[in-house]
């Protein structure tokens, strides 16, 4: 492990939720939650003002409706977050050639192999100078976490949240450790967890203490010697430029169980399809097809095929995916379906469509599916998802407050405005079109670089006194923006891709908000 703090996380605080508020004027400082709105939808990132109520990422939408019935409840624009997410990861990129991200809004970055720190004043200084530039260039907040390792710099963030800055000195790694509950090492989820506190340990001290055979005979020899180390605070991981991924998959939640086996099969074909244009659209190609089906008693089944070499032709996965589901029983109806693709490669290999069923056709390749001109909604049928951009020929850009019986209803409000005024249109009204989102915010003529904020530029001589940790044990570095002790580690989910609206992720624990208050006023749900 390194002599220096010289390795930062960064999570960006409730995501989501953030840019909406930061979008909206007449959400700021009120509940919002943003994920799936229909009756099996799940929330992809609730707003410290909706966890003040007890909703967090992963639960069922309907559930974060009963506990917080007055929250605005909007649907995602991935679209939108990407592009901020893009913003955000420059800014790293600026710091150094060795930035990890793990997720839109979370990233490791190795400061060391970029020169931009290498001691602990020079590590605090940049994780404040980070913050203060991420909030010009976004208007939005991070958490930023500095230690040795990047199992600390996690750590570090998720004790800093929100809007804060924790950096662990080395030496003092064990003192923070101990009294954290066992779930806060990375790997330790809710099974392991219970496993561990039936056996007498719940916390990282007495994990250590158990010792490295004991740990073995609990949970296996793999994860026994990983637990051991990690609760002697050893993580030797590198921060990797690159993170090769693993597998492309699609799946689709639908909201009402579907029996019919036709349709099982079509839907089964049109998942196949768009993760073969996802693969396409990574420049990759993937051995093994993997068909994942969960029924209506939620028990979920998964079904793989492995090909003689790798393949992005779409034909190839239909007919391995149709075959997988052959030998899953779905009579008493699905809930959910998904096709994926993994031993990913760079090269396909062309004589594979001798595995499927059928000959190759003659002519032109198959055409991605795409749905058909005639098969689009008539215009009156339009749909207008809730939180999404609108502009009107009149009123200007504003977004969908809620949508139903043929009206829909828009908030004009821009992110530099103040709360505009709210309108009810027919929903096929010529004069009311989707738009593009708008900058959250604006660029100045002549300004600097996402790395020369003006922001930036004046918290570069911060007082390096503001790195003094005033807790007994050193081992928590507040920044100037309050204190953070050992105890206060929550987190936020990471946000995850657009499957998030329509499928679960895991749980993970709720962060503790600075906000005493419960956010309260509502907007209308569709």
Known sequence: MRSAPTILHLDMDAFFASA????????????????????????ATASYEAR?????????????????????????????????????????????????????????????AGGAAWDEESAGRVGRRLRADIRAVTGLTGSVGLAASKMLAKIASEQAKPDGLVLIRPGTERALLGPLSVRTLPGVGPATGDHLRRAGIHTVEELAEAGEDELVRLVGKAHGHALYAMALAHDERPVVAEREAKSVSVEDTYDVDIHDRVRVGLEVQRLADRCVRRLRGAGVSGRTIVLKVRRYDFSTLTRSETLR??????????EAAARLLDSVDTTGGVRLLGVGVTGLADYTQEDLFAQAAGARPEG???????????????????????????RHTVYGHGWVQGSGLGRVTVRFETPDSGPGRVRTFRVEDPELEPADPLPL????PGAGGPGETSAGSADRGADAAAM?????????????????SPDAAGGDVAE?????????SEPASLPKSRSGTAGGAATSRP
């Open 364 to 390: 032109p390749e198959e055409e991605p599916a795409v749905e058909p001109a005639v098969e689009r909604p008539a215009p009156a049928e339009r749909r207008w998802p809730a939180g999404h951009d609108v």
């Open 468 to 484: 003094t940790s005033p807790e007994a044990a050193g081992a928590v570095s507040p920044d100037a923006d309050g204190a953070r």
């Open 309 to 318: 070499g790798p393949t992005d032709d779409p034909a190839v996965v239909r």
């Open 496 to 504: 995850a891709d657009d499957a998030v609206a329509q499928a679960s």
């Open 441 to 444: 915010v604006a660029r100045r």
């Open 20 to 43: 909406e508020q930061a979008s909206k004027p007449s959400l700021r400082g009120k509940a919002v939650v943003v994920g799936g709105l229909g009756p099996r939808g799940v929330v």
């Open 52 to 112: 003040v109520f007890g909703v967090h990422s992963a639960m069922p939408t309907a559930q974060a409706r009963r506990l917080a019935p007055n929250a605005a409840y909007l649907t995602p624009r991935f679209a939108f977050y990407r592009s901020i997410s893009e913003q955000v990861m420059e800014l790293l990129r600026a710091l150094s050639p060795l930035v990890e991200p793990l997720s839109l809004d979370e990233a490791f970055v190795d400061l060391e």
